[in-house]
């Protein structure tokens, strides 16, 4: 069972910046996707940003040109570097871990969350 851990939330002032880390308790098959979701109080989680198993990066329109999503394979680490933040981007935010094969979730794994709170 992979635990995921996220760490870097906290309060930032807009405009501000940070970066989260998720670390994973054993290495990660190349087979999973990775990404960030994020919800907010009396909302739906949403999708943040994601890596594919193949590569490719998805971005959330709302975050588009300010966060940059990494992926660190030899720490088993994925990053979200989060630039010009605004308030509306308070929430918590969740680390997952999906395996997708023909068009199905074949094993998902979230973290615990990070709060991040962005206000003057």
């Known amino acids: 069972q992979v635990q995921l851990v996220e760490s870097g939330g906290g309060l930032v002032q807009p405009g501000g910046s940070l970066r989260l880390s998720c670390a994973a308790s054993?290495?990660?098959?190349?087979?999973?996707?990775l990404g960030w979701y994020r919800q907010a109080p009396g909302k739906q989680r949403e999708l943040v940003a994601a890596?594919?198993?193949?590569?490719?990066?998805t971005y959330g329109d709302s975050v588009k040109g300010r966060f940059t999503i990494s992926r660190d394979s030899a720490k088993n680490t994925v990053y979200l570097q989060m630039n010009s933040l605004k308030p509306e981007d308070t929430a918590v935010y969740y680390c997952n871990a999906k395996w997708i094969f023909m068009g199905k979730v074949v094993d998902d794994y979230w973290g615990q969350g990070t709060q991040v709170t962005v206000s003057s």
């Open positions: 054993e290495r990660i098959s190349s087979n999973y996707g």
């Open positions: 890596i594919s198993s193949g590569g490719a990066i």
